[in-house]
């Protein structure tokens, strides 16, 4: 599903959950449940999202869609660099912050980072059972 690009990590975790409940509602307005499949997705959103914003010049492109594995997203920015891997073994103590590229590896089944003109381009596959 091509949005109009969030202006925030909440515009863009009500995309995502607009996507999944218009695939795994019933036709009476079920609720999605509430399992962690979904809260992985929204926290994967989340993460990418602010990230681009925080520290990627700005959020350039967002999609979202499902596929026959799971849930594709795929965040764009400015900044060609690519994302800081944090090894928490080494950390300081007391850093705020820094835990969240490692978070959004863990819960995705996929992640590819590309650098194109201009900036970089992240997409992640959660999956979703």
């Not at 009476?28 to 993460?47: C, H, K, N, P, W």
């Not at 869609?65 to 103590?93: F, M, Q, Y």
Request: hydrophobic content about 45%.
């Amino acid at each position: 599903m091509t949005t109009p690009v969030p202006q925030s990590a909440a515009a863009a975790r009500d995309a995502v959950m607009r996507l999944l409940m218009s695939q795994f509602c019933g036709p009476a307005g079920e609720e999605l449940a509430a399992d962690v499949a979904v809260a992985d997705a929204l926290l994967v959103t989340s993460e990418l999202v602010t990230n681009a914003i925080r520290y990627g010049g700005g959020l350039t492109g967002f999609t979202a869609e499902l596929t026959n594995e799971g849930l594709r997203l795929s965040v764009a920015d400015a900044n060609p660099d690519p994302p800081i891997e944090h090894d928490p073994e080494t950390s300081v103590v007391g850093r705020v912050g820094g835990y969240g590229w490692a978070l959004v590896r863990r819960l995705a089944k996929h992640v590819s980072v590309t650098v194109h003109p201009g900036g970089k381009r992240i997409v992640a596959l959660i999956p979703l059972t």
